[in-house]
């Protein structure tokens, strides 16, 4: 962040790159709605597959104030810093480019575009882009060199598992000290170790196609199992057995529900039942001892509770007539 500060105070252009879920959109929007001076007013902007140049232009448009004749910009004495997120999702046209980048290159390369009712030049002043890029793929393109060559690079690599354990560890120790039986923390490291492996099997092995674009994983699946884990009905998590059902659950709603056919969901299924006796040493049917299709939990079975309880729901009649 830094870094993005002292070139954007330059106003040199940053494109933050790496993989979803590694903070790119966090840090960024952090730094420039609260880390720097007034002087420096941000813009954002998410480009989408459907986004297009004059929707772009537009945007920016609205935002310019008029120095004199042909000449737009931020209020005199400001600069502003626009902040592009996703800048590879919009889809390709017929020739290959895309054409919301196609206008941002325009304006870096010749510093202005035109005005498309008068026809005019607009030159803009007193700008600086930043940028958040992910790998190709799941809908991202790749950007061509044309536009990349304006920017400095700030690369967010992915946390390696030792970073993730650390994290993680103390995240699920700190619920399990404040508001669960003491004997639970036995299970917290297994938990984190059987949580990362668990995402890097997958990871290898359940690989985007065209037929299943989604398999996309990121670290954001790995918070979101630790998240649903603490968000269990605390009354409720009073055996080991207790924590890692709900944790076997939030497995089966983070990855098993995104998976498409069949096999690939009895492969997950097999990987899961693999795992729970590997790391917590109990066998799988002494935890889970339903269908694994009717391991369910559900924060709804009392109306009106607050908090609300996300707890087991063994009663699928009264779960039915509840919602």
């Not at 966090?26 to 609260?34: G, Q, R, S, W």
């Not at 061509?144 to 103390?170: C, H, W």
């Not at 795992?275 to 079975?301: C, N, Q, R």
């Amino acid at each position: 962040m830094w870094i993005t500060d002292t070139l954007a105070r330059h106003k040199m252009h940053t494109m933050a790159v790496g993989p979803t879920g590694t903070g790119k959109t966090l840090n960024i929007n952090n730094k420039l709605m609260a880390g720097m001076p007034d002087k420096y007013m941000p813009i954002f902007i998410g480009f989408s597959a459907q986004t297009s140049a004059n929707q772009t232009q537009d945007l920016l448009d609205a935002k310019m104030d008029k120095r004199r004749k042909g000449i737009y910009g931020p209020s005199p004495g400001k600069q502003y810093i626009i902040f592009v997120d996703d800048v590879n999702m919009p889809q390709r046209e017929e020739y290959g480019a895309q054409p919301p980048i196609e206008i941002l290159r325009m304006w870096m390369n010749h510093g202005f575009w035109y005005d498309r009712k008068l026809c005019e030049k607009r030159q803009i002043v007193d700008v600086s882009f930043v940028g958040a890029l992910g790998p190709p793929g799941g809908g991202r393109q790749i950007v061509t060199n044309r536009f990349l060559r304006y920017f400095n690079f700030v690369s967010f690599p992915e946390l390696d598992d030792g970073a993730m354990k650390q994290i993680f560890n103390v995240v699920l120790q700190t619920f399990v000290k404040a508001y669960l039986p003491p004997d639970l923390l036995d299970v917290v490291h297994p938990m984190v170790d059987a949580t990362i492996e668990l995402y890097n099997v997958i990871g290898k092995e359940l690989l985007p196609t065209p037929s299943k674009p989604h398999y996309t994983f990121n670290l954001r699946d790995v918070a979101s199992v630790i998240q649903g884990v603490l968000s269990g009905d605390r009354a409720a998590l009073l055996a080991p057995e207790d924590i890692i059902r709900l944790w076997s659950h939030e497995n089966l709603r983070v990855y098993r529900d995104r998976l498409v056919n069949d096999d690939d969901r009895s492969w997950f299924d097999d990987l899961l039942k693999r795992l729970v006796p590997k790391f917590f040493s109990i066998e799988w049917t002494d935890v889970v001892k339903v269908d694994v299709a009717h391991l369910v939990y559900g924060d709804f079975m009392v109306p009106g509770a607050d908090p609300k309880l996300y707890s087991e729901i063994t009663d699928t009649n009264k779960m039915v007539r509840t919602r």
